[in-house]
Nanobody, 129 residues
Framework: QVQLVESGGGLVQAGGSLSLSCAASGRTFSTYFMGWFRQAPGKEREFVAT????????RYADSVKGRFTISRDNAKNTVYLQMNSLKSEDTAVYYCAADQRHWGYTIATMSGAAMYDYWGQGTQVTVSS
């Protein structure tokens, strides 16, 4: 079992920045990918970014490319999401997720929520225009 706890959400004006953190605990040594997803009211959960835990390669949704940066600190078992140039359409609950099944998969295949095994409780990000 892996436990994930997000933090860092809040209210920010359009054009501003926020940094989210996701601390993992438990059986983290078998983690292959960590991802960020978001869900706005009335919408489906959507992919934001993912990172390969060993090696650090990354992949982003087109909607956040160039504005968001995912990173990780293996020693702290923590993944981060730096969000810059925020827009009102970025308003959502942001979730981090961990995958422990897809060793050897290409990062391009890791944008689906079903690929992940464990989820955090989410943190609200609200961008005011």
């Amino acid at each position: 079992q892996v436990q994930l706890v997000e933090s860092g959400g809040g209210l920010v004006q359009a054009g501003g920045s926020l940094s989210l953190s996701c601390a993992a605990s438990g059986r983290t040594f078998s983690t292959y990918f960590m991802g960020w997803f978001r869900q706005a009211p009335g919408k489906e959960r959507e992919f934001v970014a993912t990172i390969r835990w060993s090696g650090g390669s990354t992949r982003y949704a087109d909607s956040v490319k160039g504005r968001f940066t995912i990173s990780r600190d293996n020693a702290k078992n923590t993944v981060y999401l730096q969000m810059n140039s925020l827009k009102s359409e970025d308003t959502a609950v942001y979730y981090c997720a961990a995958d422990q099944r897809h060793w050897g998969y290409t990062i391009a295949t890791m944008s689906g929520a079903a690929m992940y095994d464990y989820w955090g409780q989410g943190t609200q990000v609200t961008v005011s225009s």
